[in-house]
Structure formats: C-alpha cells, structure tokens
C-alpha cells in the first residue's frame, strides 16, 4: 500500500510537471489568435524557436513555446525551455544591489571605490573622481561602455582583470552628463555583490532571489539540461561566455521570469515573502535621467526602462497614460524581453533561441494582443510623453566646424546645406524654411537614392557648446550624436610616428567556432583624415569600420560621439604598441 501511493503521486508529479509545458487559463479565440500569430512570426523572420509567458495579477494566464530548442533532435520549444537572457540579468544585479541597501551593507549614493578599492579609472573631469553606485544602476556614471577583449569568449578573464584593463583606461564623460550604457560597470556591480555579500554573484542570486521566488530553472550560465540550442536559420550557433557575468549572462525560462514579474506588480513580495521593499522598488522603476544634462529620449531607472503608453477604455469611452516598464536582452542568438504595467497588474515575457529572434521578441506587443481582446481596450504603443531639452538654437556661424560622431566627421562649412559622406553613401543636409531642422537626402554610390523621410537633423546650444543632434519626427525623439570640435590643434609627430598596419599581440581572448566574436584575425590601420586620426579595424567579427578619435596628448586619443560605445582611449604603450579596449596591436609595416 506504501508502495503504491508513492508511485501515485510519482505519476501525479509527472502530470504536475509536464503540464507546465503549457497554461493555458485565456479564451479558446485568444489562444488561437496568439498562437497564429506566433507561429507565422517564427516563419517570417526564420526563427527557430520561442517561448512566451503572460501574467495578469499575480497568475500566469498563458504560457507556452513554438516551434523548436533542438531542431536536429525536434524536441519542441515550450514553457519549460531555458534560454540565455541577455541584459534582462541587469534588472536581477540592480535588485541584489538594492536588496544589500536594505541590509545596510551598502548605501548607492557611495562610490563603487569605497568597496572595489583596485578600481583606479582616470577622469580628467571635475566632479570629485568618484564613481556613485546610483549612477552605474542608471548608466549615468562616466564609465566606458565595454573592455571588449575578453568579453565574449570561451573562456573569460576574471572581473579583476576588466578592473586592470579599465584603469587603463579613462571615464568616458563626466558623471550625470549623459545615459551610456555600460556592460562592464555592470560587470563592477556583480564584483560589488560578492564583495559585501561573502558569496559568489551567482550564489547570492540563487539564494536571495532565484530560491524565494521559486525560479528553478534560472542560473548564471548555459548549463541546465532543458537549456535551448541557439540557431543562425536552420544552422546550429554556439553562444560564448560572457565576462561580465551580472551584465548579461542569466539564463531562464517563462515560467520562472513570470515569477520575477508577479513579484515586481506586487509591490516587491512573492506568495507571502517581501523580496524588496516597496520604497526599493520604486526607485528602481523611478526614472534617473531627470538630471542629466542631455536629455534622453526615454526614462530609466536601475536597470528598467521606462515608456508611457495609452489605453482606452471602449466601454467606457475614455483614455489614460499607464507606465510600460521593462527591459530587454540580446546575445549572438538569444533574444529576450519583458514588459509590464504596474496600473493593470499584467505583464509578459518571449524568449527566444534565434539570431533573427530580435524581430519578434517584444513583449510590449504581446501584451497589446492580450489587452485588446481580453480586456476590451485599445493599447497605443506609439505614444509618446513631450520631452523637454534643455539647450537653445544656436546662431547660424555657431554651427560651422567640425564634428567627431566616432563613425563619421561632419563638417560644417555652409549652414544651409551641410555634406558629408558615410561609407558609400552621399549625405546632405538643407535647412529647412522657416525651421531649425535639416532634412536628410542620401545617395548610395552617387546615384541610387535612399528614403530618410523619418529623420531630421538639427543643432543645440547647451553650456556653449554646440551639439549635433539625430530627430525622429514619428516620435519627436532626438538623439545627441555628437559636439563640435573646439580644438583644432595639429595632430602631434608621437601619434604621426603610429601611421602605419598593426596585428594583436599579447593577451587575446578566443571565441572559437563563434564568427561573430571571433577577433582573432583583427587588423588596425593608423592614419590621418582632416586633422583627425584615422582608426581602420577589419575583422571577419563584429569589431570592424573605421573610427575617429580626437588627440588629447602625446599618447592618447579619445573616441569621438556621445553614448554608447564612444569617448573610449587609445594609448601609445611605453614600448612603442598600441592600446585600445584590452587589446594591444604591435606595428607590422
């Protein structure tokens, strides 16, 4: 009889747990449309597989995969399948972060160097050389963007060697002056985490986050057994580790990210247990930009973007702007995303295994199909709150000059028609009547005309400086790309000596098998354009183009541009090499 009964419920855990493989608590026509317009998604964009999850207050309603995580072998993709999350690791690293404020073993107004004490950036900058928590939480600290030797490889270095590297290197801006998002100050706070914790960052999210809210199948790593296959089309990916790990290397399922958002629409507890306090949690969702002097087109808090959205009410009749707030994640082929409205109390997540998975994995459009034929309502995505800038329009002669936007100069010679070129197109920008706006035609080759109609051009004054920037007019977004050069100072005979082809050297990090993070044949061409160095990297991986850089000494340059990827250094190594990003480059000819 004792038998028995634990067969029994052995069955009945097994019926208990593959029926996860799918919920299913929505409308038959609900699913049906969800469903075609996944499985026609997939199609489209030649993705191999996804999986999707929605919450309404506190309860998954709907979850469930298409197509395949292993193709070869056709186990199919469902509720259960682990995929690599991307950035969405950010969102669980902030927490922790807030989390250990509670403890009051850290407080995110300090500096990062009061507890990474090895941490030695330079900052040619006035504003007190230290690096606020709160600012690395809202990509507002200053710090590069990324080390990028060693970060998507095999095997990566340890976060105590991306600190070497970055002390290598120089802060970007100055703190609060403009959104950059930053891996590697991600990868600084998962170092902070182990630090004040006593555990490793991947221990301390088992134990303080993944166990109470039940996210059994979550990790740091693409270790579990259910975790998905990745997919170029039908041809099978690898993925590479990832340095940085509290940046962007969890791995999950649906099921337990549904977890994470019911705790996050529920004022931070989980079936009874308070994973973070309320007033935590609204900071996290609170928008940190308000400050910074270059308005960004968006909001964000630690580590959660932000976006107004409106729903009407077709019962009712009436209309109101709610909170849209989330984040999403990109690897080679892992594509994640997940959104949620704290007034409705509703969320949703899409995984995906694909490297065209990025097409398809908004959970913002996912939600608008639950809303629209669950709730009666009507969801504008395209909304968008005013945005106020805080510069002036500059006088038409303030305009003339050169701009450095890291890709391409500008060079402004005549303020009502601006040209310049970008790789084999032909620009030009001409001031509009009765406007401060550029229009935007283009021409590949000289000959064959491309459509810009969505975007414009324009200038701002701001703390005397002038600045180019980039407008949507279907958004009234814009975008800063760049400042105008106020030092046109000859390029010095040090950096004159460099011209000339260069080959890695030193320590290199591999990612063999993986095309797109594979740096290993990186060449660099040193040269001069208009009095601006001229860097040229070719590589068959992500890690090519041409860039310009502003010499700034003897021995460094600056990368040009604002945001991400921009304000880096080059440096002239003592024994005569070249230095950029943790790789170092030994001249050849």
Known sequence: MKLKSIIILAFCFLISYSGIAQINKISEELKAKIDSTYTSLLKKNKVTGTSIAIVDNGEIVYATGYGFSDLENEKKADANTIYGIGSITKAFTALSVMQLQEQEKLKVTNSIKDYLVDLDIENPFNDGNQIYINDILSHTSGLPSDILNGFFVDNPPSISWAIEELNKQRMISPRQYTWAYSNVSYGLLGELISKVSGVTYADYLKQNIFTPLNMTSSSIGYELSNTSKTYDGKKQTKEPSIRDEAAGFM?????????????????????????????????????????????????????LFSDSIKIKNIKKNDSTVVSLIGHGGDTDAFHADFEYIPELKVGAVILTNSVNGGSINSASKLLKIYLENSKNMEVDL????????????????????KYNL?????????????????????????????????????????????????????????????????????????????????SNLPIPESWKSMYGKYELTGEIYECKDCLENDVSDLKVTVSEKDGVLNVRMKSKSYLSGTFYFDVISDTSAVLGGIGRATGDVARILENGNLYYSGFEFSKTK
């Open 382 to 401: 395209d909304y968008s709150a005013p945005i106020s800038y805080k510069g002036t329009t500059p006088k038409d002669d303030e305009i003339l000059g």
């Open 251 to 303: 791995s999950s399922n649906v099921i337990d990210m549904s977890n994470f958002i019911t705790m996050l629409i529920s004022d931070g507890s989980f079936n009874t247990k308070q994973i973070i306090a309320p007033n935590s949690l609204a900071e996290m969702e609170k928008d940190q930009l308000t400050n910074v002097l270059l308005a960004s087109p968006f909001a964000y808090g630690y580590a």
């Open 406 to 486: 890291a890709y391409l100069i500008i060079d402004v010679k005549d303020e009502n028609k601006i040209k310049f070129k970008q790789g084999p197109a032909k620009i030009i920008l001409e001031k509009k009547s009765n406007s401060n706006n550029y229009s935007t035609k283009a021409w590949v080759f000289g000959i064959i005309p491309i459509k810009l109609k969505d975007q414009e051009f324009k200038f701002e004054k701001l703390n005397n400086e002038i600045y180019i920037k980039q407008s949507y007019l279907t958004t009234n977004n814009e975008i800063y790309l760049g400042k105008k050069k106020t």
